[in-house]
């Protein structure tokens, strides 16, 4: 693709350097390493590295095209492209690279602090059920067909955000779902793809610190964007959450969709109960929606995941014309990998497999699992390192207030020494007769917790969810819990 055409709408005048725009240009890359000759090369500003340092790299291999946000130190035969914000401008013109494949798929966004996978991928599951062949990107990885990949990211860089949506086309996808994580949104990951409709779960404090956002109002004004600037023509949002009427605010959505478990809506829930199914625990629920009301069965536990769960629907029947009932008839045998996934024990006991890794989502799992009268709610969690302690009090907090035993234990250390982050969590249990165990080894912990249950007892097993890994130093070791437990 010749360069002109490439960032064609994206550039103020006269930013080509003379006679650049006929440079054919057959890799676009923010990597140096990856940069060559009929590469465009991508300067970005990271937390870590500056791409602007890296520039003569991507030269010394034969690169010869740069789009920057300050002059680099290159030899004067360099096509050096000054953007104000190169993020932005790679994002767009990844779109353009890989045929604007957002264009030819009804991509749905899906945003929030909690339940942004609950949401997505329930979704995906009514539409390929309803023979709509959809493809899902988030934090369980990438999905279509019988392709699977892991992403680093709950939406992953613009370069393969945009090469994943061009390979779904081509494979025959006619929807994609997509994770927008407020980190994205900031860093504009996603701009440039152009969304069917938009989705709102909630919104609470998270995501707060040096290397994520600085405040909170920061962090909301990044979920706005989602609403604002894709071109969404639904928005779905759950009223019940305060901040509903802040993300539609200004939104480009000719058409707005209410979901609610607690008031009238135009797709609401009532009589939630609890509902012990063979495979493990659920919710019982009636649908209002259209006037009709449609008694349904969830094999998730707990209001909030019937709160997604009326969002799947609502986007379900709204963007794509499946009829309330049959997409909501379709969630009996949802299963989603990490969230309320319940394994049955030998001795009696029930395993819980949940990614809960905040206090809100804790909280509202474990007041979930109450209902379900357990002879004792055991609950083993962590912390990821290097986020907040903030982060860390709120979780010791839900489970000092709701389990009847804690094991502390790790999560996602990466670089911080376990212990340390154990003993922020276990501050919270200072005034607490809740009592708890600290051992740092996550597998050990596990079975000593096993070894702990009694019939009757649930046990849950927080934080990791989905996760096959578990990050210590640089280095991702494989962990996966569901084997340990079998």
């Known amino acids: 693709m010749r360069l002109d055409a490439l960032l064609a709408g994206l550039l103020p005048p006269g ?3 003379p006679g650049a725009g006929s440079m054919d240009i ?9 940069a060559g000759p009929g590469s465009l090369f991508v300067c970005i500003r990271g937390c870590r590295t500056d791409g602007h340092t890296l520039a003569s790299q991507a030269w010394a291999q034969g690169c010869r095209a740069f789009l920057v946000e300050r002059p680099p130190d290159l030899p004067a035969g360099a096509a050096v492209i000054r953007v104000a914000d190169t993020r932005a401008a790679l994002s767009l013109a990844a779109c353009r690279f890989y045929g604007e494949p957002s264009r030819a798929l009804r991509v749905v966004g899906v945003t929030g602090t909690k339940g942004k996978t609950t949401t997505a991928c329930l979704l995906r599951h009514i539409l390929a059920r309803s023979g709509i062949p959809c493809g899902y990107i988030g934090t369980n990885g990438i999905e279509w067909g019988e392709t699977r990949t892991e992403t680093r990211n709950t939406t992953p860089d613009p370069l393969t955000l945009q090469q994943v949506l061009h390979d779904m086309l081509r494979a025959g996808c006619r929807a994609a779902v997509l994770e927008v994580s407020s980190q994205a949104l900031k860093q504009r990951r996603a701009d440039g793809t152009r969304l069917a409709a938009a989705a709102f779960t909630n919104l609470s404090p998270d995501h707060i610190g040096p290397t994520e956002h600085p405040d909170f109002a920061d962090y909301a004004a990044c979920k706005h964007r989602l609403f604002t600037d894709f071109g969404a023509g639904l928005a779905v949002c759950n009223a019940d959450d305060p901040h509903a009427a802040d993300m539609l605010r200004g939104s480009s959505a000719a058409r707005q969709v209410t979901c609610s478990t607690r008031r009238a809506a ?3 829930a009532q009589d939630i109960r609890p509902e012990a199914a063979a495979g493990g625990f659920g919710v019982r629920f009636a649908l209002l929606a259209g006037g009709r009301s449609l008694s349904c069965f969830l094999p998730l536990v707990g209001r909030g995941n019937v709160a997604d769960a009326l969002l799947a629907v609502a986007c379900a029947a709204e963007c794509f014309g499946i009829p309330p009932g049959q997409a909501a008839g379709l969630l009996g045998d949802a299963r989603i990998a990490g969230r309320s996934e319940t394994l049955r024990l030998a001795n009696g006991a029930t395993a819980v497999i949940d990614y809960a890794h905040n206090g809100v989502s804790l909280r509202q799992l474990l007041g979930s699992l109450r209902e379900y009268r357990p002879a004792r709610l055991i609950c083993l969690f962590g912390s990821v ?10 979780l010791g907090r839900a489970a000092a207030e709701l389990a009847d035993l804690c094991i502390l234990t790790s999560d996602n250390p990466g670089s911080e020494p376990p212990e340390q982050i154990i003993a922020d969590i276990a501050r919270a249990f200072a005034e607490s007769t809740t009592p708890y165990l600290c051992i740092p080894d996550r597998a050990e912990a596990i079975r000593t917790a096993v070894s702990l249950t009694r019939p009757g ?3 849950v097993l927080a934080g990791k969810g989905h996760e096959r890994y578990q990050l210590v130093g640089n280095e991702k070791h494989p962990f996966n819990e569901r084997s340990m437990l079998r």
């Open 266 to 268: 135009d797709y609401a």
């Open 26 to 34: 057959s890799c676009l890359t923010d990597r140096a390493d990856r």
């Open 385 to 394: 390192g290097g986020r907040t302690a903030l982060r860390r009090a709120e």
């Open 15 to 17: 930013a080509l350097p």
């Open 457 to 459: 007892d649930i046990l």
